[in-house]
């Protein structure tokens, strides 16, 4: 199988967690719980890490929220990165607190005086920043030199960020460079990755609800991806963080990134096929939901093609009006009753579960880039 050939990025550490370097790609969402609600926060992070996240982002508005971030420090079970705009002073007061990263919008930090204080001080700390160009929050001077928020305006911003980094001799850094426009996104890391090795944090920002903005996550992380671009995601959803991260995943898992859970392959059925395909498809879904390997299942709808079709597949089904089939890797291995079809495909699943020592019905846990453990 082919494989993606990663761009080598310079490592940064963020808690436990490398960021870059070649390290696995992480997954990262941000807490919408109300700024400086100290239990419903922690609940939340605990989801997050239950549903895989490698990393966490908290929103630090007041004081009272950089407050809050201190005892959710010591608490977390993932390292907690602050997300800090307007106030400088507020970015500070999270590094005194426990923060494993900064994340800035320099367009609205208050100019290169303040990214230069703050990176003296996160530099004390050991702490890295993440400079988050935004098209939304471009220089106007850029805006109006480019003629709108384009990529080149996007990097051109974010290298003359970096140069004043660059200048005290600060290059604990991963740059984001997002814009809602899919292609816009996708350039500007592009262009920025082939002038610089630091390490990226990739999005496309405000891609809206689950049903269009996983697309847009999708198909832009993704492409980047593919290019070998990218250190770390977050696919924006307006929906529950958690699905940020279950959606994170799965495009990493179907570039072959990394390997969480299983694969369910399913032919898109055509006139041969011989079952409602549909409902059986639902329910091998629900039952794969109760392992927590990675193992490619196919269910296919014809006895006929459907072997072939799956071949990359560990362990297959496919239906037919009387009989099913089971296979491996395209092999026919047993051939069962219709009905009893999915009872079989759960012995083949249990065996290899057993045989690689991960027993089903696990629970989903933190992502296994760090030293992250789930409470
Ligand atoms: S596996 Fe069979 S039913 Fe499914 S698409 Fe292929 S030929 Fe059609």
Redesign the pocket.
């Known amino acids: 199988m082919d494989k993606i050939k990663r761009r080598q990025t310079i490592p940064v550490k963020v808690g436990g967690v490398t960021i870059g370097g070649g390290a696995p790609v992480t997954v990262q969402s941000m807490t919408n719980t109300g700024s400086g609600d100290y239990g419903a926060t922690l609940d939340q992070i605990n989801r997050l890490c239950e549903a895989g996240a490698d990393l966490v982002r908290v929103a630090v508005p007041d004081r009272g929220a950089a407050d809050t971030l201190g005892r959710l420090a010591v608490k977390s079970p993932l390292p907690l990165i602050a997300d800090i705009h307007f106030d400088v002073k507020l970015a500070f007061l999270a590094l005194d607190n426990g923060a494993s990263k900064i994340r800035i919008n320099p367009g609205n930090i208050g100019g290169r005086d303040k990214l230069t204080e703050l990176a003296r001080k996160a530099r004390e700390y050991k702490v890295p920043l993440r400079i988050g160009v935004n098209a939304g929050s471009l220089e106007k001077s850029l805006f109006k030199k480019h003629g709108g928020a384009t990529a080149a305006a996007l990097v051109e911003s974010a290298l003359g960020y970096l140069q004043t980094m660059e200048d005290i001799g600060f290059g604990d850094l991963v740059f984001s460079l997002k814009a809602s426009d899919v292609y816009t996104t996708i350039s500007a890391y592009r262009l920025f990755s082939k002038a610089k090795a630091y390490p990226l944090h990739l999005g496309v920002t405000g891609a809206g609800p689950p049903s269009t903005g996983s697309i847009k996550g999708a198909v832009g992380i993704g492409a980047l991806l593919a290019d070998g671009i990218g250190d770390t995601i977050r696919v924006s959803l307006t929906a529950s963080p958690s699905e940020e991260i279950i959606t994170g995943r799965r495009i990493l898992q179907s570039l072959g990134l990394r390997a969480f859970a299983p694969d369910l392959i399913s032919?898109?059925?055509?006139g041969?096929?011989e079952v409602e395909l549909v409902p059986l498809v639902t329910e091998v879904e629900k039952m794969l939901e109760t392992y927590d390997m990675p193992v490619k299942v196919a269910v296919?709808?014809?006895a006929?093609?459907?072997p072939g079709?799956a071949r990359e597949a560990d362990i297959g089904i496919?239906a037919g009006k009387k009989r099913g089939i089971l296979f491996r890797q395209g092999r026919v291995i047993r051939t069962v009753q219709q009905s009893l079809l999915l009872e079989a495909l759960k012995e083949e699943l249990d065996l290899l579960a057993a045989r690689r020592g991960k027993l089903g019905r696990g629970r989903k846990g933190c992502g296994d880039s760090g030293n992250n453990t789930c409470l």
């Open positions: 032919c898109p059925t055509c041969r096929c296919m709808g014809c006929v093609n459907g079709e496919s």
